[in-house]
């Protein structure tokens, strides 16, 4: 069972360009997390998908940004007329629907390898 | 949620018993203790959970106050490898929405 795959793992964009970063979560997994790290710095919680829903997106900011989960491929995180403070890593988590898998007794979130995005 | 405090950093040498403890004085009666473990450069990795008294699996044991305000994670004999960021995160177990916000953590450096 693969694990939660994120793409680029590298990613380099000039400022005003765009940036599209993509997550499949692990196999029978249906929940999708999006956080951001900037460096020296924790995990921030930017949005909680399902399925072609957003559940909470109060930790995106709110221009440029946007998430989606679409029912077919993989979740992904589009950063609009990136700018040089969106420099971080984007990691993206995934956990079982709820009660379903031993996993979703402890509420685990299994993170992908996260994607690093450097703006010039 | 329940605001956590932890120590920025910790330096260790090989084969000692490690405890990071964490700081809880909000955690709420639905709450539970969770701790993930970040290598350089990789996500996050759940270690261990616990509600109260203690916890125990093959990484490491959570000890937990009869008041909850605190928990220890202990890492026994530590090696290099463990070399790594401890998050303590305190929530509800949601089964599956955790909308946390890690902090900075602990940093262990473990010393040959």
């Known amino acids: 069972n693969a694990g939660v795959m994120q793409n680029p793992r590298h990613l380099v964009r000039r400022r005003g360009q765009e940036a599209r970063l993509r997550c499949s979560p692990m196999k029978g997994h249906s929940h999708v997390y999006w956080y951001r790290q900037l460096p020296e710095e924790g995990l921030k919680f930017m949005v909680y998908?399902?399925?072609?829903?957003?559940?909470?997106e109060s930790g995106m900011p709110k221009e440029r940004f946007s998430a989606e989960f679409p029912k077919e491929g993989p979740s992904i995180l589009r950063i609009q007329q990136v700018v040089r403070g969106d420099s971080a890593a984007y990691f993206c988590a995934s956990s079982p629907p709820r009660g379903q898998g031993k996993e979703a007794g402890t509420g685990e979130l299994f993170f992908g390898e996260g994607s690093r995005l450097t703006v010039l | 949620l329940a605001k956590t405090t932890q120590p920025i950093s910790m330096d260790s040498y090989e084969g000692q018993e490690v405890n990071i403890t964490c700081s809880h004085n909000n955690i709420a009666t639905n709450d539970y203790i969770t701790w993930y473990q970040q290598f350089p450069s990789q996500g996050p990795r759940f270690i261990i959970q616990?509600?109260?008294t203690k916890v125990t699996n093959e990484v490491a044991s959570l000890f937990i106050p009869a008041d909850r305000k605190s928990s220890t994670l202990s890492l026994p004999r530590v090696s290099l490898s463990d070399t790594a960021v401890y998050y303590c995160l305190v929530g509800p177990n949601s089964g599956g929405y955790q909308k946390v916000t890690f902090g900075t953590g602990t940093k262990l450096q473990v010393i040959p």
């Open positions: 998908l399902q399925k072609e829903n957003i559940i909470d």
């Open positions: 616990g509600y109260k």
